[in-house]
């Protein structure tokens, strides 16, 4: 593992950024980011910013890496809080809406050779 980042409370279903995320793994940096970047699902923003933090995190940490030669070792999507709210429906009854939310973890590490 050369770098990892997180984001945090991110609206949207766990399930549905897992979609997204299972895409990824494994590839490599740059192809990781052209399949985001055309993807219609809405979590593929979030993981593209969280994505490019850890390419950021990896120059940081140590500056002669070369971003070509790092991939997706890790990128996990766990299930965060749940926003219970309550919509007035017919005869008095009420409906529940759960509005989730999601943590994104990504680990990148360089190929070897």
Known sequence: M???AKA?????SARKARLVVDQIRGQKVDKALSILAFSPKRAARHIE???KSAVANAMQKDGTID??????S????????T????QP???????RINKRFNH???ELSQLEG
Request: with cysteine.
């Open 2 to 4: 050369i770098a990892k």
């Open 8 to 12: 945090k409370y991110i609206r949207g």
């Open 49 to 51: 910013e969280c994505l």
């Open 67 to 72: 971003p070509d030669d790092l991939y997706v």
């Open 74 to 81: 890790k990128a996990v999507i766990d299930e965060g809080p």
């Open 83 to 86: 926003m219970k709210r309550i």
């Open 89 to 95: 429906r017919a005869m008095g009854r009420a409906f």
């Open 104 to 106: 994104i973890s990504i």
